[in-house]
Nanobody, 125 residues
Framework: VQLQASGGGLVQAGGSLRLSCAASGRTFSSYNVGWFRQAPGKEREVVAHINWSGSNTLYAESVKGRFTISRDNAKNTVYLQMNSLKPGDTAVYYC???????????????????WGQGTQVTVSS
């Protein structure tokens, strides 16, 4: 599966952005998807995760209550709605996919075999 992330940009603190992760190739509903981010000088970290059907979601503590992950399998797209953005959310955001039958840890980047190219999110104070 090929992934392409989009929707990043520059926003003021308190603002919102919606990221999209468009998939092509194999059946998208065969994959669980995660959003990760990486700030300069920091390790890549998980932001949110959604299972193949959209029935189960997980979030990093730092974004709970502010970010919402969702998916539309008919459109082969996963979304990350980001509200109440903070300067600390500034990073390159990546979507990643793993086959739904795999055994893996949702928060570990190494668990995910397929990655999009990343989209920059910059939050100004």
């Amino acid at each position: 599966v090929q992934l392409q992330a989009s929707g990043g940009g520059l926003v003021q603190a308190g603002g919102s952005l919606r990221l999209s992760c468009a998939a092509s190739g194999r059946t998208f509903s065969s994959y669980n998807v995660g959003w990760f981010r990486q700030a300069p000088g920091k390790e890549r970290e998980v932001v949110a995760h959604i299972n193949w059907s959209g029935s189960n979601t997980l979030y990093a503590e730092s974004v709970k209550g502010r970010f919402t992950i969702s998916r539309d399998n008919a459109k082969n797209t996963v979304y990350l709605q980001m509200n109440s953005l903070k300067p600390g959310d500034t990073a390159v955001y990546y979507c990643a996919a793993v086959s739904r039958g795999s055994a893996y840890y949702w928060a570990a980047p190494s668990s995910f075999a397929y990655w999009g190219q990343g989209t920059q999110v910059t939050v100004s104070s």
